[in-house]
């Protein structure tokens, strides 16, 4: 079966994606996956945001299927996020989600079933440079940008990958959709973890599934200065939700840890570092060593540093990655690379 298989997410940009597509010519099928059997009420995935994407195929005329991968979710996304909480770090879900689920399990799958590209309503580009090589880069819309989310795509994965909004506005996408008559042009973007109801939140969530231990927060000197509910839920550079003592002024968590229950606090100043050590780091096409671009959250502003094998060395004091967050180096527009702060 030749074509295209476009990921669903029952969201306008997946919708518009597969639209283009099939304006353009293309054989389009509509893949929805299942990933979270748990309540959900954000994210995509709930049982709205399928049903919204099987009216949009059909509105368009296409096949759509359903592919429940919920099993694989649970162990390379959910368990992972556990077990990174229980030793005080700050994983990203969205992010291994699109390194395990869509962009491994889900492009197998395509492979297997005979179709030739996978396409995604993400916001970000695809270029071929000079040497034939192909790099992500950012969408046009800086403000949606998802290329920091997706920094871990290779070669491989980037040559059968076709991201059709990502040379798009938001606006545009909309507007889009609306010409179309589509059900999700005006459906707000999902903002929160799939998994975490906003009823119940984050601190819910993980107490009923790892032990939660309460801790003590000291100053740099280690004099405590307060208490927290439970040091696995405290994020470095948190400054709300700990039991500080009154007269300190404004405190940040600097550093979490899970073994003594101990969360150090301290002022804004001591959150700022020369260096920030990287690991897991996975490169588009060979490492790319020297002077980049570096960012360290999905719409923070990219600051210029050294990058070598540990890590980065910032030009001027940045403020501390928390562990287990992502690291993504950029050359101009183009990601070369990334990894987790360790």
Same mark, same amino acid.
């Given at each position: $079966?030749?074509?295209?298989?476009?990921?669903?997410?029952?969201?306008?940009?997946?919708?518009?994606?597969?639209?283009?597509?099939?304006?353009?010519?293309?054989?389009?099928?509509?893949?929805?996956?299942?990933?979270?059997?748990?309540?959900?009420?954000?994210?995509?995935?709930?049982?709205?945001?399928?049903?919204?994407?099987?009216?949009?195929?059909?509105?368009?005329?296409?096949?759509?299927?359903?592919?429940?991968?919920?099993?694989?979710?649970?162990? @390379?996304?959910?368990?992972?996020?556990?077990?990174?909480?229980?030793?005080? #770090?700050?994983?990203?879900?969205?992010?291994?989600?699109?390194?395990?689920?869509?962009?491994?399990?889900?492009?197998?799958?395509?492979?297997?079933?005979?179709?030739?590209?996978?396409?995604?309503?993400? @916001?970000?580009?695809?270029?071929?440079?000079?040497?034939?090589?192909?790099?992500?880069?950012?969408?046009?819309?800086?403000?949606?940008?998802?290329?920091?989310?997706?920094? $871990?795509?290779?070669?491989?994965? %980037?040559?059968?990958?076709?991201?059709?909004?990502?040379? $798009?506005?938001?606006?545009?996408?909309?507007?889009?959709?609306?010409?179309?008559?589509?059900?999700?042009?005006?459906?707000?973007?999902? &903002?929160?973890?799939?998994?975490?109801?906003?009823?119940?939140?984050?601190?819910?969530?993980?107490?009923?599934?790892?032990?939660?231990?309460?801790?003590?927060?000291?100053?740099?000197?280690?004099? &405590?200065?307060? #208490?927290?509910?439970?040091?696995?839920?405290?994020?470095?550079? &948190?400054?709300?939700? $700990?039991?500080?003592?009154?007269? %300190?002024?404004?405190?940040?968590?600097?550093?979490?840890?899970?073994?003594?229950?101990?969360?150090?606090?301290?002022?804004?100043?001591?959150?700022?570092?020369? @260096?920030?050590?990287?690991?897991?780091?996975?490169?588009?096409?060979?490492?790319?060593?020297?002077?980049?671009?570096?960012?360290?959250?999905?719409?923070?502003?990219?600051?210029?540093?050294?990058?070598?094998?540990?890590?980065?060395?910032?030009?001027?004091?940045?403020?501390?990655?928390?562990?287990?967050?992502?690291?993504?180096?950029?050359?101009?527009?183009?990601?070369?690379?990334?990894?987790?702060?360790?």
């Amino acid at each position: $079966m030749a074509g295209t298989l476009v990921a669903m997410s029952g969201g306008v940009d997946s919708s518009v994606a597969a639209a283009l597509l099939l304006e353009a010519g293309h054989e389009v099928v509509g893949v929805t996956l299942r990933l979270w059997g748990g309540e959900s009420d954000s994210g995509c995935c709930s049982v709205s945001d399928v049903d919204d994407a099987r009216r949009v195929a059909d509105t368009l005329g296409i096949d759509h299927h359903v592919f429940n991968l919920g099993d694989h979710f649970d162990q @390379h996304v959910v368990a992972p996020y556990l077990a990174d909480h229980a030793v005080g #770090r700050t994983p990203n879900p969205c992010v291994e989600c699109n390194r395990h689920v869509k962009f491994d399990r889900l492009l197998v799958r395509a492979r297997a079933l005979g179709f030739e590209r996978l396409a995604t309503g993400h @916001h970000a580009r695809i270029v071929e440079r000079g040497d034939g090589t192909l790099r992500l880069a950012r969408a046009a819309d800086r403000a949606k940008d998802q290329s920091y989310v997706l920094y $871990m795509l290779g070669q491989g994965q %980037l040559a059968e990958l076709v991201l059709p909004v990502g040379h $798009m506005g938001k606006d545009e996408v909309r507007a889009e959709a609306s010409r179309l008559g589509l059900r999700t042009a005006t459906k707000p973007d999902s &903002q929160d973890v799939c998994f975490i109801t906003r009823r119940d939140g984050r601190a819910d969530f993980l107490g009923r599934r790892i032990p939660l231990t309460p801790g003590r927060v000291v100053d740099g000197a280690g004099h &405590q200065v307060g #208490r927290v509910e439970a040091v696995e839920l405290v994020t470095v550079g &948190q400054r709300h939700g $700990m039991d500080l003592a009154g007269g %300190l002024g404004a405190r940040y968590a600097t550093a979490v840890d899970v073994a003594t229950a101990t969360v150090t606090v301290g002022p804004a100043a001591d959150l700022l570092v020369d @260096h920030t050590p990287v690991e897991a780091t996975r490169w588009a096409h060979g490492a790319v060593n020297g002077r980049l671009l570096v960012q360290t959250s999905a719409h923070g502003t990219p600051r210029w540093a050294a990058v070598d094998p540990d890590g980065v060395q910032w030009d001027e004091p940045h403020r501390r990655v928390a562990p287990g967050q992502s690291v993504v180096f950029y050359e101009g527009e183009e990601v070369v690379g990334g990894g987790l702060a360790a």
